[in-house]
């Protein structure tokens, strides 16, 4: 299976090369990791929507994956989209030095890496906890995430 899966048609509410990170929102652990990323993207290659949101949802549907019972993160670009430990490696390569390094992991298996991806993931509300809620971007850091034009 190729790194990135491949849909027809564009991905819906992204501008053309528009790349966007799917989490989910009520996880603290994911939680972290879009706090990580706004932080470290200096550059704003990336924007944030949780699985939630009206726009997460569209956006699992439109690639073909679960609605109801997320269990990994998502990266996904004009067709492209990308899953598991493939969405963790186009994350970090969209990032400045040093995080694109993060991509010698590749070096190993993807199915070893998958499995391990897999372990934290399944894991991640009794390892990490959950919110009752999906927490609300601050006011400084509302613009990045996806948004739906009305």
Same mark, same amino acid.
């Given at each position: 299976?190729?790194?990135?899966? +491949?849909?027809? +048609?564009a991905a819906p509410h992204l501008a053309p090369g528009e790349t966007v990170v799917l989490f989910d929102g009520v996880c603290k652990l994911c939680n972290?990791?879009?706090?990580?990323?706004?932080?470290?993207?200096?550059?704003k290659r990336v924007r944030l929507a949780t %699985?939630? $949101?009206?726009?997460?949802?569209?956006?699992?549907?439109?690639?073909?994956?679960a609605v109801d019972a997320f269990? +990994?993160?998502? %990266?996904?670009?004009?067709?492209?989209?990308?899953v598991r430990s493939e969405a963790f490696f186009e994350v970090a390569s969209l990032l400045p030095a040093p995080w694109p390094a993060l991509g010698l992991l590749r070096v190993f298996p993807r199915a070893l890496r998958?499995?391990?991806?897999?372990r934290i993931a399944l894991n991640?509300?009794?390892?990490?906890?959950?919110?009752? %809620?999906?927490?609300?971007p601050t006011?400084?850091?509302?613009?990045?995430?996806?948004?739906?034009? $009305?």
């Amino acid at each position: 299976m190729p790194a990135a899966l +491949t849909r027809p +048609t564009a991905a819906p509410h992204l501008a053309p090369g528009e790349t966007v990170v799917l989490f989910d929102g009520v996880c603290k652990l994911c939680n972290g990791w879009a706090k990580f990323l706004i932080r470290h993207d200096r550059h704003k290659r990336v924007r944030l929507a949780t %699985v939630q $949101s009206r726009e997460g949802q569209d956006l699992l549907a439109w690639a073909g994956l679960a609605v109801d019972a997320f269990d +990994t993160m998502a %990266v996904i670009r004009d067709q492209h989209y990308w899953v598991r430990s493939e969405a963790f490696f186009e994350v970090a390569s969209l990032l400045p030095a040093p995080w694109p390094a993060l991509g010698l992991l590749r070096v190993f298996p993807r199915a070893l890496r998958d499995w391990a991806y897999d372990r934290i993931a399944l894991n991640r509300y009794r390892l990490f906890g959950k919110y009752d %809620v999906c927490l609300m971007p601050t006011p400084d850091h509302q613009q990045r995430f996806l948004k739906a034009q $009305s």
